[in-house]
């Protein structure tokens, strides 16, 4: 059996003008989020990753960069 994982890189921007208040805010989720890449790996059933690939938007929702990772 094979398990699929997606990890997300988002920039976020948020308020604050200490460390801990933008922490708080971001943690709300209200900020405005900017996806800056995608990476897919596929384990298989011994915990074994399989398959990575990594794809980098350009901002808009484009790819400018896909990386095949083994």
Do not use: C, H, Q, W
Request: net charge negative.
């Amino acid at each position: 059996m094979y398990k699929t994982y997606i990890k997300r890189i988002i920039e976020v921007e948020v308020d604050g003008s200490t460390p801990e208040e933008k922490l708080e805010n971001a943690k709300k989720k209200t900020a405005k989020e900017t996806i800056i890449s995608d990476t897919f790996l596929v384990e298989d059933e011994k915990e074994i990753i399989i398959a990575k690939e990594k794809v980098i938007y350009d901002g808009v929702g484009k790819v400018i960069r896909f990386e095949n990772v083994y």
